[in-house]
């Protein structure tokens, strides 16, 4: 079956880093664009950003963009977000997907706190 596992959160102090790991299976991940996702409490689940299958085209919201990098290892069927110059705003659970489909891992969860 399809499965997502996320890992790589943790607390960091604003202005720090962190790098969100995507595990998948049950599909041909070099097929598919792939996307992370994040939600903060009382939040509506927001996309974060997005790469093609190849690795070779992304996109970000406009809250993370220069500070975020997301990246992937088709041989290694994983996607990865970068995290730089984190704000407390960045808070929140995140998640990785097939772009377009409404399928979830339990996510991992970043807190960024003083």
């Known amino acids: 079956q399809v499965q997502f596992v996320e890992s790589g959160g943790g607390l960091v102090q604003p202005g720090g880093s962190l790098r969100l790991s995507c595990a998948a299976s049950g599909f041909t991940f070099s097929s598919r664009t792939m996307s992370w996702y994040r939600q903060a409490p009382g939040k509506e689940r927001e996309l974060v950003a997005v790469?093609?299958?190849?690795?070779?085209?992304?996109t970000y919201a406009d809250s993370v963009k220069g500070r975020f990098t997301i990246s992937r290892d088709n041989a290694k069927n994983s996607v990865y977000l970068q995290m730089n110059s984190l704000k407390p705003d960045d808070t929140a659970m995140y998640y990785c997907?097939?772009?377009?489909?409404?399928?979830w891992g339990k996510g991992t969860l970043v807190t960024v706190s003083s």
């Open positions: 790469i093609s299958s190849s690795g070779g085209s992304t």
């Open positions: 997907s097939r772009y377009g489909v409404d399928f």
